[in-house]
């Protein structure tokens, strides 16, 4: 089994330095892929409200015989729930079905800022990590003007942001903010989905030298970027092969290549933030 480096979060806790996402896995298939995960190493499992699969995530973990805590599992407060109490709800909620009594990391899903609510959410969090219901906390897709907004309300600084980053998207600004905040970066989509470029130079001429696949180089520069992916795969042989990138390094200019991808505006679809809006 791989080992896996951690990080050290802002708050003294640590989390494995690649994790495994859930969505949309659902149903008994859903359960047995991140069961096959978790077996195959992963210990940082990836799920939110939204997903609608915290109970196969809390069955999955059952299954697997890991000791719960060497596991990291991260859930997320959906738009409708930012509400002071609301927030509250849907955490306690989100631990009735994941079956557990706590989670290890709890984020806020989309700041959804026209609602204007994100700092009532942030506030329940910091909360309920105090009364121990949630290890660490943070956010997902928030920009260096939510991030700065709910520090100046609270004094507590997020421990990770959850951001779309993927060789077309490398969101180089929001790392050097991450960096600057102490924020641990966390990439969803780390591959970039329908657009991975597996296919491109930069991706394949590193995976020839390396020996090893695209996808492997694309999570390994993430890695080196310092940027925490959490690819999914329900296929347990491609479940290794994506936790498999802590055996080799890509030099410099490779890594300068694969980021060489990006485009002026490389997300997936229209997720800016400041617009987009999940409720």
């Known amino acids: 089994m791989a080992h896996i480096p951690t990080y050290e979060l802002n708050d003294g806790t640590t989390i494995p330095a690649i ?19 978790i077996e195959a190493g992963y210990r940082l499992v990836d799920t ?23 596991l990291v599992v991260a859930s997320k407060i959906p738009g409708r729930h930012h509400a002071y109490d609301d927030a509250i709800r ?19 899903h989309w700041p959804n ?16 990590q105090q009364d121990g219901l949630v290890r660490s906390i943070g956010v997902s897709n928030f920009t260096e003007e939510h991030l700065e907004r ?3 309300d609270t004094g507590v600084t997020p421990a990770v942001n ?6 077309r998207f490398p969101q180089e600004h929001m790392r050097e903010v991450h960096d600057r905040l102490g924020i641990r970066t966390e990439a969803w989509s780390p591959m970039g989905k329908r657009r991975a470029p597996l296919e491109e ?6 995976a020839e030298a390396h020996g090893v696949s695209p996808g492997q180089v694309i999570l390994r520069w993430h890695v080196q970027l310092g940027s925490l992916p959490i690819p999914k795969s329900a296929d347990p042989a491609r479940q290794a092969q994506n936790l498999d ?11 300068a290549a694969v980021s060489g991808l990006a485009e002026p505006d490389g997300r997936l679809f229209g997720g800016d933030p400041d617009a987009h809006e999940e409720m």
Request: net charge negative.
């Open 19 to 37: 994790g495994f996402g859930t969505y949309p896995l659902k149903g008994d298939d859903g359960t047995e892929a991140i069961r096959t995960a």
């Open 48 to 70: 939110a409200v939204n997903y609608e699969n915290e109970v196969e995530v809390g069955e999955a973990i059952r299954r697997s015989g890991v000791p719960r805590d060497e």
């Open 90 to 108: 849907s955490v306690r909620e989100s631990l009735d079905r994941l079956g557990l009594e706590r989670t290890d990391l709890h984020l806020i």
């Open 113 to 128: 800022p026209s609602q204007g609510k994100y700092v009532e959410a942030w506030r329940a969090l910091v909360q309920l």
């Open 150 to 152: 709910i520090i100046d």
């Open 162 to 167: 959850q951001v779309e980053l993927h060789p």
């Open 201 to 206: 130079d930069a991706v394949r001429a590193a």
């Open 245 to 255: 990138v802590f055996g080799f390094e890509l030099s410099d200019a490779e890594v």
